[in-house]
């Protein structure tokens, strides 16, 4: 049968489930709805969008075995595949948009093996259990999210561009961060491809439309003592200064450096103590031999230690890192239905004249939120600014303003890869390589609105 | 007695040696003379001002105590002192510009305590032994001059801006990388004072001028495995391009990124083979994980590996930071006794640029020699341009010529601290703090010119 024809046959959802033998279904209507789900909640408009949408089938494979009986499966039976770690993104790159079934990775768990400075691992594991791993020989991942203690390694690299430790390492696709990867092409014959150094960064943020990772070899950083650390400022812009001023000073080992705009902080729920009333703060995760210089930079700055406590991942533990990226957001809904938020990366040669632009023209639509980055070998802020939805025009005015003052803005409310990236397009490479690794056009379709599978 | 009146007597060398009592001292001529002289010779201007001065005495001080007889000696008989690690600077750090007495710190090596990312040492320990010392632990420091196997960590501290690993650090006095210094300052009752953070700074650069250091603390960095890399290019700009490429590439862990225009590569004796003829080489030390997407970008950008090996410093080994920064020259000087050379810093926002402009118009003039480093948050390269000299006013013009294209000279060509600075003036900071350790202007007088003793 030729590409086009099996592109052209309706989904066999029961010869592909007869096709798959003992791989490991959930087929109860709640949890595989439940599991077709991630967090596009924040985005009110995806939330309109996404969230009727739902697999056919969840499907759990074992090993990388069942995930080549799985693909063979789906691309003989042409189902829809959506591959998901532990569906913590806010894109929804986990929701099936056309049914199918969602592959369900966190049941592959196994570290392949370790050495130092490389870790390579299953996609399933989280990225708390990999760090608990790799640590004992003295190593540690150089960027998670926010969600560390609940996300995969394998959806933060399909799904995910950096997070905390970014400020260091710059872009979780940057050279030298992600050193391999292995992945099952969705093919009738499926093939098994070891990626290495540029091929790799392939799989990278393509929300698994690019074939299904099987491992990957991720560059490890030496595992330090944290030390998580909040500084009260009078002004945002102080904060946002000082920032800026830290993520500057290479002799200050750093992993996070997130100013906040009062009363963003009165979404900090039992952090009353260490957010004064009507402050702004610098939310930071600093290296411990780095801490006395840290704190003498900030207090040259205006800026108060509030709370200062090495960082603490454990059940019960509340490391500062989930009040920063995208769980900001998730605070402020917790107390707040009607908010969202926006992403935005600040032009690097002016950041901080460009972010008080922004913070002048919004005035009280939006609450400052911004993260320091490396980002291409130099300091960038990017902004999330959490604002009280009206309606979509509203959110793209916004959006506009922004794009106007030279802030590029990734908008984290469309479906599509491409949309929400600030390149309206998916990289040609990864484009490319789609045609390799997903012939038919099975993984998520609709996600990669720019791939239309050849005849 | 007064300070002015203190400060007019003349040295009394017999009776500062009375009372320095059971200090070790060296009188032999020949080894006074030897003892006063560092690398000064590399500028043929310095040469000339120099090759004459001595020490009338070279004291060798075993602990604090002795640092603090000898400073009340010397204040109250009124001794110049010139405080002295290994002397492998080349701007005449450590050579006494009027007499008096040399310092020689080699005999205090002790590390006080080490922790995980600290280290406090006494000053006169060998940068590549405490490295040794701190390695087992899992910690090196986090930079360190092309001198590294005979230089101290205090002549460093005292004499150095940066070098080998500021591609990372940044700059010695960058906050974060220098945590605290204890000094003995100069005077009838010396004090002992313990700096911390900026205050630490203080000493930092100040050619020995500013109170005598008997502790360091610094912060260390994780050791890795270091692997050197030679890498042939076609052209000088490929090799340019391709070092700031991976200077900007914070996923790629470095710690050295050197280009090198042919013919310089004629003067590294040995390595023949890895130095292809009429190539311009990238001299780079990577770390081990980071060696295959370095090799990637290499590859990519025309470069050809010619030379891979872990990093050695044993005895008998040849670490490729030897043949980098200030190693270069002294490489060309064994070859051709008329070479010297200039040391710029160039633009940020065109470096490459900037370069292109330099050699076009020095042309054969000079051998292009650069060094990535990052300067206040920023990659930048600094140029190690090897000049034939001819007279003091060609090298003049040169100067000029680079500052005219907005490429900053700091020269090497001048005794005093501030002829040697960009900036042309002591930091307001050194200057303030001079007067509080050293108050009568003993230590070196000469070398820091904007001061004058108050009366």
């Known amino acids: 049968m030729t590409t086009a024809a099996l592109a052209s ?16 279904v959930i087929d109860e ?40 009986v799985v693909a063979r499966a789906a691309a003989r039976h042409r189902v829809p595949v959506t591959v998901r770690g532990a569906g ?6 986990a929701v099936p948009l056309e049914g199918g079934i969602v592959l369900d990775m966190t049941d592959m768990t196994a570290i392949e093996w370790q050495r130092p400075g490389v870790v390579r691992v299953q996609p399933g594991k989280k990225l708390v259990d990999l760090d608990a791993e790799t640590r004992p020989a ?17 959806g933060f690299v399909a799904g995910g561009s950096g997070g905390v430790g970014s400020v260091t390492y710059g872009g979780l696709r940057e050279p030298g961060n992600i050193l391999g990867a292995r992945v099952v092409t969705l093919e009738p ?20 439309t690019n074939g299904i990772i099987t491992a990957v070899e991720m560059a490890t950083a030496p595992a330090l003592a944290w030390i998580d650390v909040l500084v009260a400022f009078d002004e945002l812009s102080q904060a946002v200064a000082c920032g800026h001023a830290v993520a500057l000073a290479d002799g200050i080992v750093k992993k996070l450096l997130t100013p906040v705009a009062w009363p963003v902080p009165t979404y900090f729920k039992g952090l009353e103590q260490a957010c004064p009333e009507g402050r702004s703060l610098l939310i930071a995760m600093v290296a411990e031999p780095s801490l006395a210089p840290f704190e003498a930079m900030v207090a040259a700055r205006g800026g108060s ?22 769980h900001t957001t998730l605070h402020a809904l917790k107390v707040d239905k009607e908010i969202t938020y926006l992403q935005s990366l600040f032009p690097v040669d002016r950041t901080l004249a460009a972010i008080a632009e922004i913070e002048a023209l919004l005035g ?4 400052g939120h911004y993260e320091f980055v490396r980002y291409n070998g130099v300091v960038a802020a990017v902004g999330l600014p959490l604002v009280r939805f009206t309606t979509e025009e509203r959110l793209r005015a916004m959006i506009a303003l922004h794009q106007q003052h030279g802030v590029m803005i990734a908008d984290p409310h469309v479906t599509s890869l491409e949309g929400g990236s600030g390149h309206m397009r998916a990289d040609i490479d990864q484009l490319g390589f789609k045609h390799e690794v997903d012939p038919l056009g099975l993984m998520n379709p609709g996600k990669m609105t720019s791939f239309t599978a050849r005849g």
């Not at 230690?305 to 009040?323: I, N, S």
């Open 9 to 24: 046959m309706r989904a066999d959802l029961a010869g592909f489930r007869a096709a798959i033998a003992d791989v490991p």
């Open 29 to 68: 209507p709640a949890l595989v709805r439940l599991r077709s789900r991630d967090f596009f909640w924040f985005s009110p408009i995806l939330k309109a969008q996404l969230q009727r949408k739902s697999a056919d089938l969840v499907v759990c494979p074992r090993d990388e075995a069942d995930v080549v």
């Open 88 to 93: 913590t993104g806010n894109y929804g790159q």
């Open 138 to 154: 003295g190593w540690e991942q150089r960027m998670h999210p926010s969600t560390k203690r609940t996300a995969t390694i394998g």
């Open 189 to 208: 014959e499926p093939r098994v491809l070891e990626l290495r150094d540029d091929a790799a960064q392939k799989v990278c943020h393509a929300y698994g």
């Open 305 to 326: 230690v509030t709370y200062r406590a090495p960082t603490e991942e454990g059940p019960g533990a509340r490391p500062l890192y989930e009040l920063t990226w995208n």
């Open 364 to 367: 009280d639509q939006a609450m």
